[in-house]
């Protein structure tokens, strides 16, 4: 089993930043990949960026250029720097971490309000 928990959510002005954390515990020898997830009001999960063991990076086009994600694997950590954040990026951000055939482990989530 894989821990996550997510810090760093809140509320912004359209136009700002925001900086979510999340750290992993458990079996973190098993995560081979991860990530972070987005549900808005209304509408169906959707991945906003992934980061593999060995550094390969993926974006939703909807946020590419003004998110960033990254990991520190000496703290069992990954980041998701978050930019211009805009109205449409309110949602709830969760924390996901793969390992392998098991179930990918999902955080509690955290809010991410952008006023416009």
């Known amino acids: 089993q894989v821990q996550l928990v997510e810090s760093g959510g809140g509320l912004v002005q359209a136009g700002g930043s925001l900086r979510l954390s999340c750290v992993a515990s458990g079996s973190i020898f098993s995560i081979s990949a991860m990530g972070w997830y987005r549900q808005a009001p209304g509408k169906q999960r959707e991945l906003v960026a992934s980061?593999?063991?060995?550094?390969?990076?993926n974006y939703a086009d909807s946020v590419k250029g003004r998110f960033t994600i990254s990991r520190d694997n000496a703290k069992n950590a990954v980041y998701l720097q978050m930019n211009s954040l805009q109205y449409e990026d309110t949602a709830v951000y969760y924390c996901?971490?793969?390992?392998?055939?098991?179930?990918?482990?999902w955080g509690q989530g955290t809010q991410v309000t952008v006023s416009s």
């Open positions: 980061i593999t063991n060995g550094g390969s990076i």
């Open positions: 996901t971490a793969d390992r392998g055939w098991r179930p990918r482990s």
